[in-house]
């Protein structure tokens, strides 16, 4: 997936470089009314598309906080399962330690229990 991340990545720019060269004449943008920015075509594609890509990004952060401020109902469930199963899971350890050792089979209980003594 990264290498088809960087082709469709280094496309794009070998696509706005070859443009700009190709598009040197200035032209003028006209911001709001007064404000005028006279610049290579291909300089104000570059800025518009750095803007595009800025903005995309944002939404892109905006969108994920969401998702994780807003986790799906059943997520939830599951995590609370699985924190309900580790609490069994640590108290039947405990429990387990607790228990007395049940003597060994083929004679070993009693050479441990000469050792003992």
């Given at each position: 997936?990264?290498?088809?991340?960087?082709?469709?990545?280094?496309?794009?720019?070998?696509?706005?470089?070859?443009?700009?060269?190709?598009?040197?004449?200035?032209?003028?943008?006209?911001?709001?009314?007064?404000?005028?920015?006279?610049?290579?075509?291909?300089?104000?594609?570059?800025?518009?598309?750095?803007?595009?890509?800025?903005?995309?990004?944002?939404?892109?952060?905006?969108?994920?906080?969401?998702?994780?401020?807003?986790?799906?109902?059943?997520?939830?469930?599951?995590?609370?399962?699985?924190?309900?199963?580790?609490?069994?899971?640590?108290?039947?350890?405990?429990?387990?330690?607790?228990?007395?050792m049940?003597?060994?089979?083929?004679?070993?209980a009693?050479?441990?229990?000469?050792?003992?003594?």
């Open positions: 997936m990264k290498q088809v991340n960087f082709v469709v990545i280094f496309v794009i720019c070998l696509a706005l470089v070859l443009f700009g060269i190709e598009n040197t004449t200035p032209s003028v943008i006209h911001i709001v009314q007064g404000v005028d920015f006279e610049a290579p075509l291909s300089v104000e594609l570059i800025v518009a598309a750095g803007i595009g890509a800025t903005l995309a990004w944002v939404f892109s952060v905006w969108v994920h906080l969401q998702g994780v401020a807003q986790k799906n109902p059943e997520v939830q469930q599951r995590e609370v399962r699985i924190q309900q199963l580790e609490e069994d899971v640590e108290r039947y350890r405990v429990e387990l330690e607790q228990l007395p049940l003597p060994q089979a083929n004679g070993q009693e050479t441990d229990e000469a050792y003992v003594q």
